[in-house]
Nanobody, 121 residues
Framework: HVQLVESGGGAVQTGGSLRLSCAASGMDYTRVCMTWFRQSPGRDREWVASFPTQSGSPSYSNSVKGRFAISLDQSKKTLYLDMNRLTPEDSAIYTC???????????????WGQGTQVTVS
């Protein structure tokens, strides 16, 4: 039984930083893709960043490249998203997902967390 639980969201001022965590249980980390998505009201779910465990090579959307960093601590079974230089446009519910392959859309992911709210003002 795979479970993903996000934490670390909150309110921050423009230019600030946050670290999101996604604690995973019940899954095999050897060949999965761990991904962060975000969604704000009235907008489609947006791909943010992916971390394929086999290659360890992260990828980022253009909107966050250079400001966000995705990482995985396999010993803690936790995925992280370090977010820096935040702007109000980054405000959204951030959700982690896992699947066999990395996709930049929500289809193809097998498991999802419940999400954590990030508000930048």
């Amino acid at each position: 039984h795979v479970q993903l639980v996000e934490s670390g969201g909150g309110a921050v001022q423009t230019g600030g930083s946050l670290r999101l965590s996604c604690a995973a249980s019940g899954m095999d980390y050897t060949r999965v893709c761990m991904t962060w998505f975000r969604q704000s009201p009235g907008r489609d779910r947006e791909w943010v960043a992916s971390f394929p465990t086999q290659s360890g090579s992260p990828s980022y959307s253009n909107s966050v490249k250079g400001r966000f960093a995705i990482s995985l601590d396999q010993s803690k079974k936790t995925l992280y998203l370090d977010m820096n230089r935040l702007t109000p446009e980054d405000s959204a519910i951030y959700t982690c997902a896992s699947g066999t392959f990395c996709y930049r859309g929500p289809l193809g992911y097998d498991y999802w967390g419940q999400g954590t709210q990030v508000t930048v003002s």
